[in-house]
């Protein structure tokens, strides 16, 4: 296993009500094949962001640590992939984990010819075919109700038709009017999330979904910080009408996917590889949302494209999957490789594989 730093600039800050993300540092991961030195690599990304993850120095000394485990012992001594991926904890490194236990899975799914979708499906106990396209949102950060307006008539012309407004920011009165800017930019056929980041308490959450509910949103993600979970469950069973339905982000990376759906608080749950510790985790979590009727939602969190395409194939292997939030490729000003699923038509074509896409990323696979 070797791993290498990268870092990548966004075009413009995104705006969100916990601050702006400005720049993505991160590793790309490499792991041997088990068979012989001429067949799969597979390759990874741990791209941690604080708040969400570990830091980026915990992550380079977790994936340190690791390599040199690996050199020492060698796999004459049993470290074999998978052991690899044991070696991580998902709760202290969880974008370390992301990276190597996607490097591992992406090697398998090689060695065995078939897409990375179906690699975790089957590893998931999922039946169903991976889907061969996964519906998508458009990411619109802070700023004014008429540059949001804009942003939004860009992201339909380009196909979107589930757009998702960074909220919380600033006063409720001024997100209102961002959001009333934004429903009558784009009219009634186009599904609208908004997502607070955590950023309002009880009462204020109250207010705000009481005069977000004329503009129809799909739902708002967060509106309460991530350690209040009674208190997300306590807003969706208020049962007004129209209400907003209640998504639960921050509060499934902190709390687990266990605690948000015992509790009640969420119609919909993002799960973000990257901060879950993994692409298996994060579809083990939507397959626990699911069978409670939760729906899942899979995100980056605006990784490099390695990353973002293992996220896309998570989402393909959940069945009938809502539109995700994996459209983020856009918001950096370069990247690793080019993007092997550009979006069109507010979808992004599923990579048909081998691994992660292909011979897609080579470049990357190279020592
Ligand atoms: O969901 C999306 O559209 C993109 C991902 C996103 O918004 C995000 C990206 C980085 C960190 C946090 C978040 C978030 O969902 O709160
Ligand atoms: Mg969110």
């Known amino acids: 296993m070797r791993h290498r730093s990268f870092a990548l600039d966004l075009t413009r800050p995104l705006g969100t009500a916990n601050g702006e993300i400005r720049r993505r540092e991160g590793f790309v991961i490499t792991v041997g094949s088990e068979r012989d030195d001429s067949t799969a690599v597979g390759l990874g990304e741990a791209t941690p962001l604080p708040g969400w993850t570990e830091s980026y120095e915990a992550c380079e000394t977790a994936l340190d640590g690791l390599d040199e485990l690996d050199e020492g012992g060698g796999r004459d001594e049993g470290h074999s992939r998978e052991s690899l991926t044991a070696g991580l904890d998902a709760e202290s490194t969880p974008a370390a984990r992301h990276g190597v ?74 997100d209102v009017e961002r959001v009333r800017a934004v429903r009558e930019a784009v009219g009634e056929g186009v599904a609208l999330r908004a997502d607070a980041n955590g950023a309002w308490d009880r009462e204020t959450a109250r207010r705000a979904l009481d005069a977000l509910a004329p503009f129809d949103l799909a739902y708002v993600e967060q509106p309460l910080p991530a350690d209040d979970v009674d208190g997300l469950a306590a807003l969706r069973a208020d049962g007004r009408d129209p209400g907003v339905p209640v998504a639960a982000d921050e509060s499934v990376g902190r709390h687990g996917i266990e605690a948000v759906v015992d509790a009640d608080a969420a119609d919909a749950v993002i799960l973000k590889p990257m901060a879950l510790g993994g692409p298996d985790r994060a579809l083990a979590a939507a397959l626990r949302a699911w069978s409670a009727g939760v ?37 950096l000003d370069e990247d690793l490789a080019p993007d092997p699923c550009p979006v069109t038509d507010g979808a992004v074509r599923v990579p048909t594989g081998p691994g992660l896409a292909g011979g897609a990323f080579d470049e990357l696979r190279r020592p």
Do not use: W, Y
């Not at 060695?111 to 106990?125: C, F, I, N, P, T």
């Not at 991976?130 to 339909?156: K, M, Q």
């Not at 899979?298 to 939030?325: E, F």
């Open 295 to 331: 729906d899942p939602v899979v995100t980056t969190t605006i990784d490099a494209v390695v990353a973002r395409t293992a996220a896309v194939h998570v989402a393909a292997a959940v069945p009938d999957v809502s539109p995700c939030g994996l459209a983020t490729g856009s918001l």
């Open 101 to 174: 236990a996607l490097a591992v899975a992406d090697a398998a799914a090689r060695d065995a010819d078939r897409s990375l979708a179906s690699h975790v499906a089957e590893e998931a106990g999922i039946d169903a075919d991976p889907a061969a396209a996964v519906p998508v949102n458009a990411t619109i950060g802070d700023g004014t109700p008429s540059e949001a307006a804009a942003e939004a008539e860009r992201a339909v012309a380009a196909g979107f038709d589930c757009l998702k407004l960074k909220v919380g920011a600033r006063e409720v009165n001024e």
